[in-house]
């Protein structure tokens, strides 16, 4: 017989996942974090080559964009703007007809220049972008093979989270992986709560029912593969009774294709050391 909260589970887990059908019973159901292991999904370094390039790509338009209109959103620029409006306002204001014209054209040279130098600057920002999006990828992140680790851990999501007794599904997205790709994941619960309060992970579509579904386990760290949305959901369950938490969830790294055990660099042996046999007398 399933417990209320199983049962429970089972309704909430029917209203969020699209492609699975029915929970099989209360044994142990596959679950997103090992779904790697029915994947075929070798790349080699051809595949990994184009995904680097298509990402970087991808990012040029909206890094030219932004540097185009850096300009306009500059203080020191907005305010030098700005008096110059209230400047030709009061000479409008106050001065003879001649100053008047005078002022207005130059308004009239610096709006032809304007439209001469938009283009220009417009070309320029455009060459420009490939290497500001290298040099930021650069900043962020470091690539072993076809694992993409940042340098910082990457914030996804900050939800608080209510305790109700129940399992609660909440949206996530890793906007910044690449779709397919295989996604490894921190939870971190604000203020460290004992982890008998409390269970919480990442899923698809499909979960443990009993072992995902009630408190005890704490905050799970692990991988699962994303599809083409980028999309999973934190599934949390915190004792009834027990104080709401902010929990933050984070993309420490992600594979293309499927993930390696050895993917790293080997450490050379680089120095003066002496290798000094050990004293037995000293033991």
Known sequence: ???????AAHQVYLGHTKTSKTLRGQGLLQTSRFAWQCY?????????RRAKRQRRIRKILPVFWREFWAPLWNMEQLLSLIVAFATTALIFASADREAMSSEKSEWELAARAMLFALPAWAVLMLARAPFVVAAEERRKVTW?????????????????????????????????????????????????PPRQLYSASVVQEMIMVGYDTEP?????????????????????????????????????????????????IEGEFK???????PNPEQA
Do not use: W
């Open 144 to 192: 072993h093979g076809a694992r993409f680790i940042y340098n910082r851990p990457e914030l996804v999501a900050t939800i608080r989270c209510k305790a109700t007794g129940k399992p609660q599904f909440h949206a996530l997205r890793f906007s910044d992986a690449e779709p397919g790709s295989f996604v490894y994941y921190i939870i971190e619960v604000e203020g460290d």
């Open 216 to 264: 005890g386990r704490g905050a799970n760290t692990g991988g699962l593969r994303i599809g083409n949305q980028k999309e999973a959901q934190l599934l949390i369950v915190m004792k009834e009774k027990s104080n709401s938490q902010t929990v933050r969830v984070y993309m420490r790294d992600f594979s293309i294709g499927d993930p390696l055990d050895q993917d790293g």
């Open 1 to 7: 017989m399933k417990t209320a909260l199983q049962s």
């Open 40 to 48: 075929s999904n070798h790349v080699n370094e051809r595949d990994i």
């Open 271 to 277: 120095g003066d050391f002496k290798r000094v046999a």
